[in-house]
């Protein structure tokens, strides 16, 4: 295939269009076609990248074929030139409102003609050039928009799975984001609490619970039929996708689901760490309960002991003064005798008072675990 650019020339004049061939053919493909209606025919076939129109020929004017032609969407910016021996500048203008490029009068130079059609095949290909690049920037601009609507959705899950307080809920949320994104998909949770799992149609059937058992145990992402699997520590999500046709679509898809999978693996091992708190908060509130009941047995059967001691010591010292008056003991060994029972009555005294001090440490204790179980 030759790398010339192709020029029709309309003309039902065969010795112009003979001309007009040997100025051009050298640097372009050239084909002759008589008529308006042979061209319009043929352009629909095979588009050329320029286009010689004659104004006045037999059937359609050059004026009519101009003018449908811009009217094609196909071939709405192919360079059309006119060439033709009406010069008037009614005919100029008549040109110029149709929709031509350009308009030269017969006889043209050689150098001028070349000149003009260099320059609109350059202009052509510029326009080409920015309409396709503006295309690009169109498609990008949409990927980037249709990647932050993705994005701004993963987001929102995160921050709506913060207040999921279970695993169902959990699952539930997952479903509705992958929903958002037009995606069927199951997904199974499975953390230090017990397991749950959901599909878009509710519960899972037992071969769904059957799947996303084996896909856990595939890797992070596994791909298989029409599915895409994506496995974390705490969670499973398997979605049935059409997208693999479009890679960068199927590529942004994965991506989605990987950061919805890995916020919703945080979000189970932050439910298991607070119902792991929540228990030791249990087992902490009852043990307090238990040592206060204790302590407080403790004192109560420790004052009664500082009451009988006293009495004890009370009795002791009236049985020791009814006792002196019998014993014939002189009066130097019967204050002895007083002074050893007064010390020994002292340090049980002492011995009663450090346990009050011992007890008031045990509830300052006892009111501190309080503190830290409330």
């Given at each position: 295939?030759?790398?010339k650019a192709t020029i029709f020339i309309v003309d039902d004049d065969e010795f112009a269009a003979m001309v007009t061939t040997d100025i051009l053919s050298s640097e372009y493909a050239v084909q002759h076609v008589?008529?308006?209606?042979?061209?319009?025919?043929?352009?629909?076939?095979?588009?050329?990248?320029?286009?010689?129109?004659?104004?006045?020929?037999?059937?359609?004017?050059?004026?009519?074929?101009?003018?449908?032609?811009?009217?094609?969407?196909?071939?709405?910016?192919?360079?059309?030139?006119?060439?033709?021996?009406?010069?008037?500048?009614?005919?100029?203008?008549?040109?110029?409102?149709?929709?031509?490029?350009?308009?030269?009068?017969?006889?043209?130079?050689?150098?001028?003609?070349?000149?003009?059609?260099?320059?609109?095949?350059?202009?052509?290909?510029?326009?080409?050039?920015?309409?396709?690049?503006?295309?690009?920037?169109?498609?990008?601009?949409?990927?980037?928009?249709?990647?932050?609507?993705?994005?701004?959705?993963?987001?929102?899950?995160?921050?709506?799975?913060?207040?999921?307080?279970?695993y169902s809920s959990l699952c539930t949320e997952v479903l509705n984001t992958l929903s958002s994104y037009g995606l069927e998909a199951s997904v199974k949770i499975h953390g230090a609490q017990c397991a749950a799992?959901?599909?878009?149609?509710?519960?899972?059937?037992?071969?769904?619970?059957?799947?996303?058992?084996?896909?856990?145990?595939?890797?992070?992402?596994?791909?298989?039929?029409?599915?895409?699997?994506?496995?974390?520590?705490?969670?499973?999500?398997?979605?049935?996708?059409?997208?693999?046709?479009?890679?960068?679509?199927?590529?942004?898809?994965?991506?989605?689901?990987?950061?919805?999978?890995?916020?919703?693996?945080?979000?189970?091992?932050a439910l298991d760490s607070m119902a792991s708190v929540g228990k030791q908060h249990a087992a902490l509130v009852q043990l307090t309960a238990s040592a206060s009941k204790s302590l407080q047995g403790i004192d109560?059967?420790?004052?009664?002991?500082?009451?009988?001691?006293?009495?004890?010591?009370?009795?002791?010292?009236?049985?020791?003064?009814?006792?002196?008056?019998?014993?014939?003991?002189?009066?130097?060994?019967?204050?002895?005798?007083?002074?050893?029972?007064?010390?020994?009555?002292?340090?049980?005294?002492?011995?009663?008072?450090?346990?009050?001090?011992?007890?008031?440490?045990?509830?300052?204790?006892?009111?501190?675990?309080?503190?830290?179980?409330?």
């Open positions: 295939m030759s790398d008589v008529d308006g209606q042979s061209a319009l025919k043929l352009i629909a076939e095979q588009q050329p990248d320029l286009l010689l129109l004659d104004v006045d020929m037999p059937g359609i004017s050059g004026y009519e074929v101009c003018r449908s032609l811009r009217e094609d969407s196909d071939v709405s910016d192919l360079p059309i030139i006119f060439l033709s021996g009406m010069v008037s500048d009614e005919d100029r203008l008549a040109g110029y409102e149709v929709g031509g490029d350009d308009y030269l009068t017969k006889p043209v130079s050689a150098d001028e003609l070349r000149s003009k059609v260099k320059i609109q095949l350059a202009t052509y290909a510029e326009r080409r050039r920015l309409k396709n690049d503006l295309s690009s920037a169109f498609s990008t601009a949409m990927t980037a928009m249709s990647s932050s609507s993705e994005i701004g959705a993963v987001l929102q899950f995160v921050r709506t799975s913060f207040e999921c307080p279970d799992s959901l599909s878009h149609n509710g519960g899972c059937s037992p071969l769904e619970e059957s799947v996303l058992s084996n896909m856990s145990r595939q890797g992070r992402l596994f791909e298989f039929g029409s599915r895409t699997s994506c496995s974390y520590e705490h969670i499973t999500i398997i979605i049935k996708s059409d997208a693999r046709g479009d890679p960068e679509r199927h590529g942004r898809m994965k991506d989605n689901i990987a950061w919805l999978a890995e916020g919703a693996n945080a979000r189970v091992v109560q059967r420790h004052r009664e002991q500082g009451a009988r001691s006293s009495q004890i010591f009370l009795e002791l010292q009236t049985n020791f003064d009814r006792s002196m008056l019998t014993l014939g003991v002189t009066q130097s060994q019967e204050e002895e005798l007083a002074v050893m029972l007064q010390g020994a009555a002292d340090q049980a005294q002492a011995l009663y008072d450090e346990g009050l001090e011992i007890g008031s440490h045990m509830e300052n204790i006892l009111k501190q675990l309080e503190d830290v179980g409330k």
